[in-house]
Nanobody, 125 residues
Framework: QVQLVESGGGLVQAGGSLRLSCAAS????????MGWFRQAPGKEREFVGA???????YYTDSVKGRFTISRDNAENMVYLQMNSLKSEDTAVYYC???????????????????WGQGTQVTVSS
C-alpha cells in the first residue's frame, strides 16, 4: 500500500504561483509513474500531468509551459510547480500513483492505483 498526502494548496491571485507537494509513504515510489489530477466543482477529475519513473514528464495541453512536475525519489516526494495561474486552474488537486509498472503514459483516472486526499487551489481573478 502507498499513502499519498498533498500539501501546498491555497488562495493565489491570477498570474501567481504555487508549489504543491505530494509525500508518499508505505513503499518507495521510485518505479511508479506519478500523476497530478484536478477536479473543479461540477466537473470530472482531469489529468494535469505526470512523471514517469525515469523522470520524464508529460502534460495536458492547457498547462504546458506553465506547470512543471518533478520528483525526488530519495525523499519519496513529487512536486507540481504552477506558474502563471489562471482562474480556470481553480480545483482540488490530487496526487496519484500508477503501480502497474507497465503503462507507458498513464493519463486516465482508472490507470492510477493510489490517490491522495487532495488539496484546494483557488485562483482569484
Amino acid at each position: 500500500q502507498v499513502q499519498l498526502v498533498e500539501s501546498g494548496g491555497g488562495l493565489v491571485q491570477a498570474g501567481g504561483s504555487l508549489r504543491l507537494s505530494c509525500a508518499a509513504s508505505g513503499r518507495t515510489i521510485s518505479h511508479y509513474s506519478m500523476g497530478w489530477f484536478r477536479q473543479a466543482p461540477g466537473k470530472e477529475r482531469e489529468f494535469v500531468g505526470a512523471t514517469r519513473w525515469s523522470g520524464t514528464t508529460y502534460y495536458t495541453d492547457s498547462v504546458k509551459g506553465r506547470f512543471t512536475i518533478s520528483r525526488d525519489n530519495a525523499e519519496n516526494m513529487v512536486y507540481l510547480q504552477m506558474n502563471s495561474l489562471k482562474s480556470e486552474d481553480t480545483a482540488v488537486y490530487y496526487c496519484a500513483a500508477d503501480a502497474s509498472l507497465v503503462r507507458l503514459q498513464p493519463t486516465g483516472v482508472d490507470e492510477y492505483d493510489y490517490w491522495g486526499q487532495g488539496t484546494q487551489v483557488t485562483v482569484s481573478s
